[in-house]
């Protein structure tokens, strides 16, 4: 538990370092989106290969799997929409508009989106006892550009330093919880179970991906974010090969 624990909170620590970088010298737009849309290309990698490849791969579950894609995305949209309702569904706009939302609606936007990524960490170390690398770098490099938007805005809303560091602080810590609870709730569990959180979270994070991830990076950055996406699941399919050979 002590590892998961490390491994989700190592992860999400690029969302206190994307605060940093965009609190002393913010990026441009275009490049912010570029980097979006890059840490996009990673995660949409790790969903395929450390997620539904690995549920559907549990002993033939694919039913599960199946059934936790959907339920994952239907339990993403309904908790971006009640986060919406709170004011913070643009969370991830990176040109800086500030949170209409309160610090728990904040807090919790964030949290919706790195959790389930956390979780699978966990997860992943629990099936194999070693944590999945390219699941490792997806989180990682995802999270950096979501803590500069988030920052930008946060700042401009009038949040100061040391508020933000703790908001992200937060985030970390609960995202490590997240990934220790992955692995001691799960340990034991039954093959159906584990190819159905494996579903949950990839259904969670694609569809976080398509509803404001990509569309945000695209916004800002054109058409260079398909190359940008492109290279980054290039890239996690490269290290999910090193893993495999």
Known sequence: MAAALFWGVAAAASLLIGAVVALVRPPNTKVLGTVMSFGAG???????????????????ALKSTALGLFVGAAVFTLGDRVIDH???GE?????????????????????????????????????????????????FVSNFPEGMAATTGLHNGGWTTGRIV?????????????????????????????????????????????TSMMPEAYEHAGRLVGIANVLGFAVAVWINWLEVT
Do not use: C, H
């Not at 990673?42 to 395929?48: G, I, Q």
């Not at 450390?50 to 559907?56: D, N, R, S, T, W």
């Open 42 to 60: 990673v995660l949409l990698s790790a969903v395929a290969f450390e997620l539904v490849a690995k549920g559907i791969n549990t002993e033939g």
């Open 86 to 88: 709170f004011g913070y």
């Open 91 to 139: 969370r991830k706009d990176i040109g800086g508009a500030p949170p209409e939302g309160s610090g728990l609606a904040i807090v919790l936007g964030a949290m919706l989106d790195g959790i389930p990524e956390s979780a699978v960490l966990g997860l992943t170390l629990l099936q194999t006892g070693e944590i999945g690398v390219s699941m490792l770098v997806a989180v």
């Open 166 to 210: 703790a908001l992200w602080s937060a985030v970390i810590v609960a995202s490590g919880i997240a990934a220790a609870l992955g692995f001691t709730l799960l340990d034991g569990a039954g093959p159906s179970t584990i190819s159905f959180m494996l579903g949950f979270s990839g259904g969670a994070i694609l569809t976080m991906l398509a």
